[in-house]
């Protein structure tokens, strides 16, 4: 299945609207108003999602504790996520970071920005992804190589 649509965890109408009315044209669009629903449509779409846009401050679920949990379920490491955020405190980026977003992109939204860290972000993404496939082929092959000569 092709990863071709953004998750975005957004609780603002207006903020989800203006985000999805940037990136529509270019890919499918999830929305969730709260982080457990973004969890779950998440879990339900997880192999078409290209990206994740999360707002840090939601009800019922923070944007750091989504990503608490999903980082107990390495989904980190399977699809790239952003933050959305209104505030500039080092010490909230640095958090995201240690949880392994790959990028923040701040309010009030600059479309072309927007546009390009995401293009950028699924990028860098589908690339160490496939370098990872490349690597797990090469090693299948050694060991397999290795078996076969150990039997000769």
């Given amino acids: 299945m092709k990863r071709d649509t953004i998750l975005i965890f957004e609780d603002n109408e207006i903020d989800r609207a203006i985000l999805v009315g940037l990136l529509q044209s270019d890919y499918k669009i999830l929305e969730a108003s709260n982080g457990k629903e973004g969890i779950a449509l998440l879990n339900s779409h997880f192999a078409s999602i290209a990206i ?5 401050l939601m009800p019922l679920m923070d944007g750091f504790t989504v990503l608490e949990n999903l980082k ?3 989904v980190l490491n399977k699809i790239p996520f952003i933050m959305i955020t209104g505030e500039s405190s080092p010490e909230m980026e640095r958090k995201g970071y240690e949880y392994g977003i790959v990028s923040y992109v701040k309010k009030p939204y600059q479309s072309d920005v927007v546009k390009q860290v995401v293009q950028n972000a699924i990028g860098w993404f589908q690339y160490k992804m496939q370098l990872e496939m490349m690597v797990k082929k090469q090693n299948i092959s050694r060991t397999v190589c290795s078996a076969s000569r150990r039997r000769n």
């Fill in 52 to 56: 994740v846009l999360l707002d840090n």
């Fill in 72 to 74: 107990e379920k390495n």
